[in-house]
Nanobody
Framework: QVQLVESGGGSVQAGGSLRLSCAAS????????MAWFRQAPGKEREGVAV???????SYTDSVKGRFTISKDNGENPLYLQMNTLTPEDTAMYYC?????????????????????WGQGTQVAVNS
């Protein structure tokens, strides 16, 4: 059974940094596309960053140059380094995984494409 568990969220001042991690089990995660999504109160879920099984990455425009998604082969195969945070980044952040590889990495920012989801970790950025 695939399980995803996020960690690393918290409260930070604007301009600060956080590093989110996603622990995965139950599958060969190196062969999966993995992504970070977020949902702020009253807003729709938004794809933040994706990294697929061949290492292609895509980001939503609002985080380009500030966030970096990465993978490794350890217990926490997915990370999101978030720098220069703003109050607009405040949201619940979720990691997601799916076995498929799409034609364009940006397709991985569509949450409807993912089979597996974590429970989320809260990020709050104070002004």
């Amino acid at each position: 059974q695939v399980q995803l568990v996020e960690s690393g969220g918290g409260s930070v001042q604007a301009g600060g940094s956080l590093r989110l991690s996603c622990a995965a089990s139950g599958y060969t995660y190196s062969s999966y596309t993995m992504a970070w999504f977020r949902q702020a109160p009253g807003k729709e879920r938004e794809g933040v960053a994706v990294i697929d099984s061949i290492g292609r990455t895509s980001y939503t425009d609002s985080v380009k140059g500030r966030f970096t998604i990465s993978k490794d082969n350890g217990e926490n195969p997915l990370y999101l380094q978030m720098n220069t945070l703003t109050p607009e980044d405040t949201a619940m952040y979720y990691c997601a995984a799916d076995q498929r590889l799409w034609s364009h990495s940006r397709q991985g920012l569509d949450g409807g494409r993912y089979k597996y989801w974590g429970q989320g970790t809260q990020v709050a950025v104070n002004s």
